[in-house]
């Protein structure tokens, strides 16, 4: 195989894994959220509902935007690690806060509408039996 003809094929390759080509699997983000959400053992989690954070929307990625109704911090250092926003018909949207960007002008997510679809929506009675209100 001629030199030109290998160097093209293997650019064309680097190209379709940099665009994300069909090997590409979900955001390591979006399986741990299904984890802590519906693991056999109840993620260290507890659910937040005064923060600055809650009440503020999320936009961006071209979806509709979300207010947020809930955190879901740490439970020993109460670091937020998801927020729980509103969904469709009475469930919540678990999005991670490593896809979320925080700023004076807002808060924005970086994840696809694809993405979000593919998150965890738990039901408000779900959110509440799973996670303990913080003290």
Not at 23 to 35: C, K, L, M
Not at 76 to 93: D, I
Request: charged share 20%; aromatic share 6%.
């Amino acid at each position: 195989m001629p030199r030109r003809t290998a160097r093209l094929i293997l650019a064309a390759l680097m190209l379709s894994a940099c665009a994300g080509g069909p090997t590409a699997g979900p955001r390591p983000e979006i399986s741990r959220a299904y984890e802590d959400l519906e693991g056999a053992k109840p993620a260290n989690l507890v659910r937040v509902s005064r923060n600055e954070l809650v009440g503020r929307p999320i936009q961006g990625s071209g979806a509709t935007p979300h207010t947020i109704h809930y955190v879901l911090a740490d439970a020993g250092s109460r670091e937020p690690r998801y927020v729980l926003t509103s969904g469709e018909a009475g469930t919540y949207v678990m999005i991670p806060m490593s896809l979320l960007s925080i700023g004076p002008g807002g808060i924005f997510t970086r994840a696809s509408p694809g993405e979000l679809a593919s998150l965890p929506h738990p039901s408000q009675l779900y959110v509440v039996n799973r996670f303990r209100a913080a003290e």
